[in-house]
């Protein structure tokens, strides 16, 4: 571990950080100005770029990767180092070269970086749910140093980096993810996975990552998107059940919405926390479920992100990606991203902690922020609200995560009305 479990607990039971209050420490000097990091840049055309409703987040939609042969050849001759990334560096490599997280144009340098985490915008004032950083623990790294990036054998970008600096990450966990404690799945990643510094620089794209689930670009979904409906975005990080499916299909029935609106179910399938499906398994169940409910007003793609957990921030970070991929809309439901103390079990975040941050932020995003159904089935109707059984005296049926995947090891039935038959099969056969 980078930083030792025993110091880093003492540190977390500061209140709220204060004796980490100082700023962070540059190492070297910037090398281009802070704004560098999140300029605006050609794309491929502006077509492309308003292919859906939607604006690109900072009005442009972001394109890096190189073109030609030619052009890859002359910036990877230029790199004097090579580097490899780890699975959370090569999510954030790849959306910062396609667009995903527009306006950014590389790994936040200092200033960037600070200015996020504590304003939760970028230095412009422009809205920026979580800090996108390259770590490492490399003391011979330098601002100035350009770097091929690769996953394996695959080149997948060249960074000139700008600057080095130490983060201040007690800082960093506690206004990100609202705890310093490591019990938080990101605190504790931020504290054993990411190294001792942060770099700052500058992204040239090369060739995408080869991944065993498909990830289209911002601009190749717009492509596919009407240009004059809503588009509403559903997130998730598990495999999608009865209940998941009937929230985002009846989330085009919100007043929110307008008419002829569509769903883009859009699962992250990037690393998550230690005990979720893998990507790869949860990929395979939503193929089998887009081929089972598929219809013109479901659309479903997929997301190379790493979740933070994060709570109210990061349904920030989510709708503001999801801006980029030409969405209007997003679902957020009952304790979106959020988690539990791996030592208490206790909740970090409310029920409707993000929901709430979403509504107040989301004029300024320029995304509608449609709150979930609080969904229940019942033996009379179905799947109806919650307030709606309390209201008729309907019987409600429950099965809990954890009586369901005891289910599923121990090859029970498992009932329709909770999960589909093609998804139980998959999860049955990846055990």
């Not at 049926?397 to 995947?405: A, D, E, M, V």
């Given at each position: ?344 079990g206790e909740d970090y975040y409310g029920a409707y902690d993000a929901q709430e941050f979403a509504t107040e932020k989301g004029p300024e995003l320029g995304v509608t922020p449609v709150p979930s159904l609080n969904l229940v089935y019942t033996e009379e109707e179905g799947y109806v609200t919650a307030d709606e059984a309390k209201e008729k005296g309907l019987h409600e049926k429950k099965l809990s995560g954890t009586k369901f995947r005891q289910m599923l090891r121990g090859g029970e039935d498992i009932p329709e009305w909770f999960a589909f038959k093609s998804v139980v099969k998959v999860l049955r056969e990846n055990q």
């Amino acid at each position: 571990m980078k930083f030792s479990l025993a110091v880093l607990s003492v540190a977390a039971t500061a209140s709220a950080f204060t004796a980490f209050n100082a700023p962070s420490r540059s190492i070297g000097a910037s090398r281009v100005a802070t704004s560098s990091v999140f300029a605006p840049v050609a794309v491929r055309n502006v077509e492309t770029q308003l292919a859906a409703k939607q604006t690109p987040h900072g009005g442009t939609l972001v394109d890096l990767i190189l073109k030609t042969d030619e052009e890859k050849e002359a910036a990877v001759a230029k790199c004097t180092k090579e580097l490899q990334l780890s699975p959370r560096q090569l999510c954030d490599v790849e959306l910062i070269m396609n667009g995903g997280f527009s306006p950014l144009t590389g790994f936040m340098d200092q200033s960037t970086y600070e200015s996020v985490v504590e304003n939760v915008a970028l230095p412009d004032g422009l809205i920026f749910g979580l800090p996108v950083v390259f770590d490492t623990d490399d003391e011979d790294l330098q601002p100035g140093d350009i770097v091929l990036l690769k996953d394996g054998d695959r080149n997948i970008a060249t960074i000139e980096f700008t600057d080095k600096f130490l983060p201040n990450k007690a800082v960093e966990c506690k206004k990100c993810y609202g705890t310093s404690e490591i019990e938080h799945p990101g605190s504790l990643m931020v504290a054993t996975e990411r190294g001792k510094y942060y770099m700052g620089g500058k992204i040239t794209g090369l060739n995408l990552p080869v991944r065993d689930f498909p990830c289209k670009t911002p601009a190749e979904v717009r492509e596919t998107l009407p240009d004059d409906v809503d588009v509403v975005a559903f997130q998730c990080r598990n495999p999608v059940h009865r209940a998941h499916y009937e929230l985002f299909t009846r989330a085009l029935d919100d007043a929110l919405v307008g008419e002829n609106g569509i769903v883009l179910v859009h699962p992250t399938c990037g690393p998550t926390q230690a005990d979720d499906i893998p990507g790869v398994v949860r990929y395979k169940t939503y193929e089998v479920l887009k081929e089972e409910t598929k219809n013109d007003r479901t659309r479903w793609e997929y997301l190379p992100y790493s979740m933070h957990m994060a709570g109210p921030r990061e349904a920030i970070q989510h709708m503001m990606i999801r801006k980029n991929f030409g969405c209007t809309h997003f679902i957020i439901g009952r304790d979106m991203a959020g988690s539990k103390s791996s030592v208490t079990g206790e909740d970090y975040y409310g029920a409707y902690d993000a929901q709430e941050f979403a509504t107040e932020k989301g004029p300024e995003l320029g995304v509608t922020p449609v709150p979930s159904l609080n969904l229940v089935y019942t033996e009379e109707e179905g799947y109806v609200t919650a307030d709606e059984a309390k209201e008729k005296g309907l019987h409600e049926k429950k099965l809990s995560g954890t009586k369901f995947r005891q289910m599923l090891r121990g090859g029970e039935d498992i009932p329709e009305w909770f999960a589909f038959k093609s998804v139980v099969k998959v999860l049955r056969e990846n055990q």
